[in-house]
């Protein structure tokens, strides 16, 4: 029988790869033969093929290299203080002094063209009138007629009323920052010319107060106002800085900009104003010693201001912010006036005026959660499992957050601040109001809403523009007039509120009258019209919204005739049944005494659904 081949053996080379090519003797010696030690040369083994090296023992060139590892991170451990010296040194040359694209372009032009109307389509126009832009690029002016016809003692008038009513809700500024630019303007110690940032911080607060605090003859004061914010764009190219000087001035037209929308887009001022912050990192604090307090209470100042501004326009045009995360590191600043405030400490015994910025920012964080959850730009944050018990707790958080302001305004015993307290509970009732709108409308994560949610939405959108029209209607000195968010807020609310008519006739029918919904239709309508005696744009939305809801209330009042026919019809056949019959009895002359009820009664014609953009 044939023999078998022989299994091939393959040989264990020992030899190094210089020594193989070289055809010697190899010791095998590690880490280094001593051919290759006595030639001065790398020791290594032959690869897979004849053009390839490989290391003799991985684990001996895995501790060199770590080894070659360590020794870098020391040696550039006692460089780090001239690496971090001209690191800061190659950011400040890349840093541009300047806010926007360039030193004469601190805004662009779209900026300053008014902020577009809410609407259900998209062909709003983006203000009440062909607006061109305030900018003015002379750097040179003066204080004009408008911020010195303003007389010494009016003046003061309208500072205090920005320090004590805007300051604690909006605190921007250093309050003895801003003492001394009123002061460089109004009561000068000298015959210098005040610096153009002076001239722009006080034509601003001169212009957000008098807006403020005018209880009559609106037109008139607005158009003061709007003359202060011409005069302070003209300074803009020497105050829109690259740092926190500068973002605080763009932080004041931000705040304007809410009184009057047709003087800017709040849209890019805010993305400007949040890009400029996390430039200048106030969005991250590190424990660095070497800032002093106040500094480091401005910075938390500048940034929960430019986060609030942020989330309160995203929000309201329900777009979740791309800039600002929901969590943040970054403290709140003291509460505490600004007197007790030093470079070198802060008396946290001092008497807490700035307690509602804070609350406010309280809601903001609550309203960004939502928008970022049921609006996503992208991935939703919380799974579809969690949801529903997610918006349990979001209820749960607005409804304590509603309840602290209240008993705590309770508690006031400072007959000095019960305008402010009154006030701070106005806006609670209206935010909480206006957070059980967007939690429970209709949304992408949620198109379409239980009925019971959609009732939470109905009720709370009635609320809404009750309140804001609450707001308005109180003419007292100082109280908040902004119509920004009125106006976006109410007419969102009126969307919602006309998809719970539609989709709930039976439940609403069930619970109120029909001239209780006329009524709830009425509050929508009645602030929009107060709201354009301030901001004339504002009649658009009266005009679109009643456009929208008259098909949707007529198909409402068809479907309770309807009912009405059908519960007197069935009481016709049964006798045992007399509650039917006493509401039919009293729903036909609540009918008869609206117009639209009688009218329909008489003919009671069929009607196709309205439709409700959401």
Known sequence: MPLK???????????????????????????????????????????????????????????????????????????????????????????????????????????????????????????????????????????????????????????????????????????????????????????????????????????????????????????IARALFKEAMQQIRLVYTNDIGGLQALLLLVQYTYLDPSAANLWLLSGFATQACIDLGLHHESPDHSVDPLTRDIRRRVFWCTYEMEIAISAALLRPSVLFGAATNVPFPTKVDDNPISVSGIDLDGPATKFCCRWIWQFRLIEAEIISVLFPSGEAPVSSTSLEAWMGEIESRINHWHQEIHWSASLNTDSTMVSQWEE???????????????????????????????????????????????????????????????????????????????RCKETISDSYTLNDVEGFIACFSRLFATIAERWPGASRCLEEFERLVAPVKREYIDYTVQKARNISQDALYDDTKPPPVRYAAALVPELLQSRDGVRLLRSCPPTEPATVVS
């Open 5 to 223: 081949p022989a299994p091939r053996v393959r040989r264990r080379a020992v030899a190094c790869a210089r020594c193989r090519a070289r055809k010697v003797m190899c010791d095998g010696a590690t880490p280094s033969c001593s051919k290759c030690t006595e030639a001065g040369t790398p020791c290594v083994a032959s690869g897979g093929s004849h053009e390839r090296t490989v290391p003799r023992s991985i684990v001996l060139f895995l501790e060199e290299e770590l080894a070659k590892t360590e020794a870098l991170c020391e040696e550039a451990a006692r460089h780090d203080g001239c690496n971090k010296e001209l690191a800061e040194k190659v950011i400040s040359d890349m840093t541009p002094p300047f806010l926007g694209l360039a030193s004469a372009v601190p805004l662009v032009p779209c900026a300053v063209a008014g902020t577009r109307l809410p609407s259900t389509t998209d062909t709003a126009d983006c203000s009440d009138s062909n607006i061109q832009s305030d900018f003015d690029a002379d750097p040179n002016c003066q204080p004009s007629s408008a911020l010195l016809a303003i007389p010494p003692s009016v003046a003061d008038f309208l500072f205090h009323n920005y320090i004590t009513r805007v300051v604690p809700i909006y605190p921007i500024f250093y309050s003895a920052d801003l003492v001394a630019y009123f002061n460089a303007i109004f009561h000068p110690v000298s015959e210098s010319f005040p610096t153009p940032r002076e001239i722009y911080v006080v034509s601003m607060i001169m212009a957000i107060s008098l807006t403020t605090a005018a209880r009559t003859q609106q037109v008139w004061a607005n158009s």
């Open 424 to 502: 701070m509970s106005l806006y609670a009732d209206i935010a909480r109001n206006y957070i059980i709108v967007t939690l429970f409308r209709p949304s992408p994560r949620i198109p379409e809403p239980t009925p019971d949610n959609l009732m939470k939405a109905f009720l709370a959108g009635v609320g809404v523009a009750e309140g804001y029209w609450q707001q308005y209607s109180n003419l007292g000195f100082g109280n908040s007039k902004y119509v920004f968010h009125p106006c976006y807020h109410t007419f969102s609310a009126g969307i919602v509120f006309m998809r719970s008519l539609q």
